[in-house]
């Protein structure tokens, strides 16, 4: 009881001295520059000590799941969201809270100098708050970073099928990046729904971005190619490598049915050849 | 028993599909069509599904039959009008409808039709 309330006196009358002593222990490892001025560095620190001294202030917590935490947890979830977004390594971000403890400790050792046994006890018992104060930063810190990576990926998912219109008639769909089932699903919609709204009968899937075609791609791109074909369309891949057409054979794949093309260039040849249209130089050659 | 009805114009045959199909529906249309197309000696059958927002395997291969069962009374079926969802879900069970003919709506679908009769016709004369 004297280690902890020896903690929850100094986090309650103690609030500037620490706070310098925190400042001056950031300072030292994590600077103020370009992400988080000097300022708000200090305002951060201040806040969370003062919400710490008043959940000191409600008495005795039993450990780091005692409800008068609960505050001072969500204002750590906010300070770890705001670092993660602004770009904060982890370990800056989780520096935040331990370089608490060397002040902490350095208060805690001057009070009990006399009696090593409390001194143990309010240690253990800094340390555990501390502790798991830091715990839950880097958690909350994790979450967010895992938005930001969900975010960018439905972000790219909406970047990387867009259907243009090559010519009257005639789709193109240039794919880039990894195909997985998520996104073979996404384009084959966008590109049927595309169809439907200019009512084309050609429709060329252009795979040159496309860094490796297993079986699961040629699936989804059979698929795709089925789809298109019930709905009245046709479909042409183009921009198959050289090594892909390699890939495709030696894995025993059949793109039986499916017009292929080296490039997207052929391909539109190919297209304005079956939808009968014809493009004609302007200069006598 | 509702029955679909089955539309005359010129050498082709046109069916609009408007309601969802039950099986008995469906055996009903394919046995009006077959005669319809034996008395009528028509060289085309264009079905437009474009109304339907769910079309289940029974009737995908329904269409699949009546495509063969035109055929074998030399008339030509081309399927028009299937929405995206569909094409979807019949790729997903895995009907391809590989011997029907298709095309996006009824104007692509005569076009397609008339050219096949055409070449039909010629090749006949040969």
Redesign the interface.
């Known amino acids: 009881m004297l280690a902890q309330s020896g903690l929850t006196d100094l986090l309650r009358n103690q609030t500037k001295q620490l706070h310098a002593q925190w400042m001056a222990e950031l300072a030292a490892g994590l600077r103020a520059d370009s992400r988080i001025g000097a300022t708000e560095l200090s305002e951060q620190t201040g806040e969370f000590l003062r919400i710490l001294s008043e959940a000191a202030r409600e008495g005795v917590w039993d450990g780091p799941q005692s409800p008068q935490l609960r505050p001072v947890l969500s204002f750590l979830d906010e300070v770890s969201r705001s670092r993660a977004i602004r770009g904060f390594t982890p370990e800056e971000t989780a520096t935040f809270v331990f370089s608490l403890k060397r002040p902490v400790f350095d208060h805690l050792r001057r009070r009990f100098e006399a009696d090593p046994k409390t001194l143990a006890d309010a240690l253990w018992t800094a340390t555990e708050l501390i502790d798991s104060l830091g715990i839950h930063t880097f958690k909350a810190y994790q979450r967010t970073r895992e938005e930001v990576i969900n975010r960018q990926r439905t972000e790219m998912l909406e970047l990387s099928t867009p259907v243009v219109k090559l010519w009257e008639g005639i789709l193109a769909l240039p794919m880039i990046g990894t195909v997985d089932s998520a996104r073979a699903q996404t384009v084959?919609?966008s590109l049927?729904?595309r169809?439907?709204e200019t009512?084309?009968?050609i429709a060329i899937i252009d795979i040159t971005g496309v860094p490796t075609v297993d079986t699961l791609v040629a699936q989804h791109l059979l698929?795709t190619v089925?789809?298109?074909?019930?709905?009245?369309?046709e479909c042409i891949i183009s921009g198959i490598r050289p090594q892909i057409a390699q890939t495709i054979v030696q894995l025993g794949i059949t793109l039986e049915?499916v017009t292929t093309r080296a490039t997207l260039a052929d391909a539109l040849a190919l297209a304005l050849r079956r939808s009968g249209q014809t493009i004609a130089g302007t200069r006598p050659s | 028993m509702e029955r679909i009805p089955i539309l005359r114009m010129g050498k082709f045959l046109l069916i609009t599909i408007q309601v969802d199909m039950h099986d008995t529906t469906a055996l009903a249309l394919q046995d009006d069509l077959m005669a319809k197309i034996a008395r009528s000696g028509a060289r085309g059958v264009l079905i437009d599904i474009s109304a339907l927002d769910v079309v289940d395997s029974y009737i995908g291969r329904m269409i699949a039959d009546i495509s063969m069962m035109s055929k074998l009374l030399h008339a030509r079926t081309v399927l028009v009008g299937m929405r995206p969802a569909v094409a979807i879900t019949l790729v997903e069970l895995g009907l391809s409808l590989r011997g029907v003919k298709t095309a996006l709506d009824v104007e692509k679908g005569m076009e397609l039709l008339a050219a096949a009769l055409e070449d039909g016709d010629a090749a006949d004369q040969d």
């Open positions: 084959m919609e049927l729904e169809i439907i009512g084309s009968t698929k089925a789809a298109i074909r019930l709905m009245g369309a049915g």
